[in-house]
């Protein structure tokens, strides 16, 4: 299998970023095609239907390209189409639910485990289940957090603002007395510091990430090319603002990247 079959990595917006990233780390050979659904970001808020829908939509561009693997980078998408899609796809799909509960019952000394996440991510109880089952003794407490997801897609991870959000909304959390809290939405890695600074230093925080590139490491074929050509050419899509994923792209990513809006109609290079 030929660099010409890609990994996809699929997101409701730039959160999936957290993932690639982790995916290139580990598997610096391999050819990613990212596509992030920013026009109809967050999907936390969204009916089971409309994720569905949109997810299927994402998953039905990148399959026009030979793929080797899908990763679906968004925990709300996970939560709600991974078994779906695994029936449907002649190959790997691989969520990032069941890697970031592995990491979390391996972290833990307490056995008090904390789930941030969307909506929807909360309200299926995903991460409680997939906790449970390879612990079924942990205390897991779930906090939506509906507003974190439109501070990372709108470039305030930094700001003042952010602070202040976060502070208050985990506000519950801090009394749980907590040793580990799950980013369970992986725009969340981009507001740790500040998260880890408003739980403070004794809880760990767990990105699903790490686990998911190394899950993924073991259901593809390595590339075997590195001594052929230069680095792969990573290619970003999104069906938002070109320009403001590239800024966020770039700067989480540290490198320039080429990014692509997508429409049903057109895709126009940015």
């Known amino acids: 299998m030929s660099r010409e079959y890609a990994i996809a990595v699929i997101d ?14 580990q598997l610096p050979e391999e050819r990613i095609v990212y596509v992030g659904d920013n026009a109809r970001c967050p999907y936390g808020s969204k009916s089971p239907e ?18 080797k693997a899908l990763v679906i980078a968004c925990n709300t998408a996970t939560a709600v189409v991974l078994e779906e ?31 941030i996440g969307t909506e929807t991510t909360i309200r299926t109880k995903a991460y409680e289940r997939a906790l449970l ?9 779930g906090l939506a957090c509906p507003d974190f997801v439109p ?7 930094n700001s003042q603002k952010a602070r202040e959000v976060v502070k208050e909304t985990l506000a519950p959390l801090i009394r749980e007395d907590l040793d580990t809290l799950i980013l369970g939405c992986t725009h969340y890695p981009l507001l740790a510091p500040i998260i880890q600074e408003v739980m403070g230093d004794q809880v760990r925080l767990i990105s699903s990430a790490e686990e998911t590139a190394r899950e993924l490491s073991t259901q593809i074929i390595p590339d075997t090319y590195s001594q052929l050509s230069s ?4 290619l970003f899509v999104t069906s938002g603002d070109a320009l403001r994923f590239r800024s966020i792209a770039e700067e989480w990513l540290d490198c320039p990247v080429k990014v692509e809006y997508h429409s049903l109609e057109k895709s126009v290079e940015a």
Request: net charge positive; aromatic share 6%; charged share 15%.
């Open 151 to 157: 501070l990372v897609e709108n470039h305030q991870a």
């Open 231 to 234: 680095h792969p050419q990573h």
């Open 85 to 115: 899609a695994m029936a449907y796809l002649p190959l790997p799909v691989i969520g990032v639910i069941e890697p970031g509960a592995r990491a979390a019952v391996q972290a833990t000394k307490s056995g008090r485990i904390g789930v």
């Open 12 to 25: 409701s917006g730039v959160g999936g970023l957290t993932v690639a990233k982790e995916v290139i780390r």
């Open 50 to 67: 409309e994720i569905r829908a949109f997810s299927f939509q994402m998953i039905d561009f990148v399959m026009q390209t030979p793929l």
């Open 133 to 141: 089952r390879g612990r079924p003794d942990l205390f897991v407490s």
